[in-house]
């Protein structure tokens, strides 16, 4: 099991970044794959970003990539969601998941979200 603690949200007008943080308890964190997801006001939640346990390989939803990066520091037990380019349809609650593979993230664990407000 482990448990994951967000951080790095707030409020930033568009154009400008915010790198969340996302800590993980337990010395097995580099067994899960990592990701994120995003709810916004009167929206489903949706995936945003996952990377894979040695982090060489990463997922991006089309609305996001080219613009976020997701990367992790498994020494640290840390993922990072670093977010550029940042538009007002990126506001949301931001969450991390963890899971032990790709297809089943978003089943198992989860972090407590954090906010990100993006101003127009």
């Known amino acids: 099991q482990v448990q994951l603690v967000e951080s790095g949200g707030g409020l930033v007008q568009a154009g400008g970044s915010l790198r969340l943080s996302c800590a993980g308890s337990?010395?097995?964190?580099?067994?899960?794959?990592m990701g994120w997801f995003r709810q916004a006001p009167g929206k489903e939640r949706e995936f945003v970003a996952a990377?894979?346990?040695?982090?060489?390989?990463?997922y991006f939803t089309d609305s996001v990539r080219g613009r976020f990066t997701i990367s992790r520091d498994n020494a640290k037990h840390t993922v990072y969601l670093q977010m550029n380019s940042l538009k007002p349809e990126d506001t949301a609650v931001y969450y991390c998941?963890?899971?032990?593979?790709?297809?089943?993230?978003?089943?198992?664990?989860w972090g407590q979200g954090t906010q990100v407000t993006v101003s127009s």
């Open positions: 998941a963890a899971s032990f593979t790709i297809p089943t993230l978003g089943d198992d664990y």
């Open positions: 337990g010395r097995t964190f580099s067994t899960y794959v």
């Open positions: 990377i894979t346990r040695s982090g060489s390989t990463t």
